[in-house]
């Protein structure tokens, strides 16, 4: 289903010394998850090196945070996206839809070569409901690589009218070693609702959708490298982007305006002949689970994760950059060390509000949630405050049960 609108954000686009703001009033579309490719050495398609962590550990004296041990295999939980795939039909009976899985996840190396990676799907009290591979690549430790299997894949005489509870494994196996680990087990919420066909044969026309309602309280933070470099030149990380991301239920448009504050004030404002520059976006759509035909309410069952950058504030600058700009200068955190704040505004309306804290390096102080529950990545979750209603109707308890598809996080709290 093709979303009709999407949350946008105007601008400006101005030369900052050391750093170009990009800006356009532009409707954007982006893919539902966003890979950055490697450019040193010739490697496979959508592999990526994991990026230098930028974060620390709280209580610790040195050093960062590990992403995660490179010696076994493991699923970055975040990355783990599944939704309904519905087929207008149902054991050749077009007057009835069914739907079957679809699923992308990536995976952190090392995964040998010969390996397969599986996933399988069964329902409560039937059992194995369906099982297929997944693209699977070689990949070394320190790098992941992103499998996208199911959906259309399927044959439409596989497809179900189930809903309520699914479970489902993600494995790894390997012939060649006689090997056969479990890299993920969890459950879904499937639901179904009317599409906006009419007539008399549309009664069972019905849209398959995955409940992510426990996505809207989980926010997170963190830093990204400047990609013009190869992964291991050090330059990467001269000069990193803070950026945030947070999740949406439904169909949102407009403008949505993240801000930093810093000791009740709001920090990263530069402004020329009266103008804002460098003014903070959520442009990019990192994820969006919808489903694969219009339903009737429209727009409600959507979920996206957005990510927001902030031009105007970066963590630390190793480069030869100046932090004096034209504008004014650069809000570095390392030079401002402390407990900051985020809030995020809708067309006027504030809909979202989250904390973090960073050292006097500048890094992120990790409140050791990603790393407890051994998410597999370097950003910091945090507890999102969801404010107002411009969300819709919701779950405000299934973070409780459901996140990560059934792996609550522990330590986890939403006030």
Known sequence: MKKNTILTIPFATLLLIGVQVITAQSLLK??????????????L????????????????????QAIDSNDQSAIAKDSIQIRAFTFSVYQKNY???????????????????GSRLEVEFTIPGRG????????????GAGYSSKSECGGRQIPEDKGSTHTGTVNFSIRLLNELAGSKTILF???????????????PKAANHFVYYVDHDWNLPI???????????????PRRWAKPTFSIAFWTRGEMSGFAEPHLFFGGKE???????????????CSVEEVENNPTHITNPEGRFMWSRWKCSFSNVIPWNRSSDKNETMFGRLFLFNENPGDYEVKVVHKGRLIRTFKFAVDAEGKLVDNGIAKTNKIGSDRIIVPVQVVGDQDGPWDRNAWKTDAFYGNPLTGFVVQ
């Open 219 to 233: 926010g997170y933070v963190f830093y990204e490298s400047d990609n013009r470099w190869d992964p291991d030149d």
């Open 185 to 199: 087990t969890g459950k879904m919420k499937v639901d179904k609702v009317r599409s906006n066909d009419v007539g």
């Open 30 to 43: 982006i893919p539902r998850i966003k890979i950055e490719k490697p450019k040193a050495e010739q490697r």
């Open 267 to 281: 920090v990263g404002k530069l402004f020329y002949n009266g103008g804002e520059v460098g003014t903070p976006n």
């Open 128 to 139: 194995s409901w369906i099982k297929f591979d997944c693209k699977t690549e070689a990949t």
């Open 95 to 113: 007057d009835v839809w069914s739907w079957v899985p679809e699923i992308q996840f990536r995976v952190n190396g090392p995964i040998t070569g």
């Open 45 to 64: 398609p959508d592999r990526e090196r994991q990026a230098e962590p930028s974060v620390r550990q709280a209580g610790a004296v040195n050093g960062p």
